[in-house]
């Protein structure tokens, strides 16, 4: 937690761009009985009835401090689609000496991934290029990007959308309308304050660390 709270406050160094990047699962739900238009004075009505079209995955990642947004749709989510996406990545910072990413520890986030996806030489390199800060155990709140998946699902992924080619229309719309307006992230949670805040966990740690209570 530390290291990744250090991180978020280094200033901004264009050759080592900070990202936060996760998936999130995309559900794919269809009316059955056809819904009731918005009208003058009258909300959209939907019957509680749904029909499940199946699954996708959203892969993002925001760099907090200039609002940089990539994003990218898959049909699932696996070491391959993980490894592509981390390609990607790595071809829009192409004069970065190293780019640190933030994510979770899920078991297709590894270096691996690569070099099941490409070749040896490739995947290497696409590993020299990435530094990889891993949030804890139960800890994606520590993780920026829920922030932007949380704006995300409130202005459309919390909707009926039937088909993946409208849900990506949709997505990657707002995801260029934010990245367009530049809405950066302002964390402001720091390693003092939590220190402060969780002083009984790291008293348990260590009882030196009872300063900080």
């Given at each position: ?119 040896a030489q490739q995947a290497f390199e ?9 949030t804890p155990k139960s800890a994606s709140w520590l ?71």
């Amino acid at each position: 937690m530390e290291q990744i709270l250090w991180l978020y406050h280094q200033p901004y160094d264009p050759q080592y761009p900070v990202l936060c990047f996760d998936e999130r699962p995309c559900f794919l739900i269809g009316d059955t009985v056809e819904p009731i238009p918005m009208n003058k004075g009258k909300v959209k009505k939907e019957h509680y009835a749904y029909q499940r079209n199946g699954t996708c995955a959203l892969l993002a990642a925001i760099e907090p401090l200039t609002g940089r947004r990539i994003a990218k749709v898959f049909d699932q989510r696996r070491k391959i689609e993980y490894a592509q996406f981390i390609q990607l990545i790595v071809q829009a910072y192409p004069n970065a000496k190293k780019i640190r990413i933030v994510q979770d520890n899920l078991n297709t986030h590894t270096i691996s991934s690569f070099y099941h996806t490409f070749e040896a030489q490739q995947a290497f390199e696409i590993a020299q290029k990435c530094e990889f800060f891993f949030t804890p155990k139960s800890a994606s709140w520590l993780n920026m990007i829920e922030i932007e998946f949380a704006a995300l699902a409130k202005a459309c992924l919390h909707a009926r959308i039937p088909d993946k080619q409208r849900l990506e229309e949709q997505v990657m719309a707002l995801i260029k309308h934010r990245e367009e307006k530049k809405i950066k992230i302002n964390w402001q949670f720091s390693i003092n304050a939590a220190r402060e805040k969780m002083h009984k966990h790291y008293k348990k740690v260590n009882e030196d660390n009872n300063k900080y209570s």
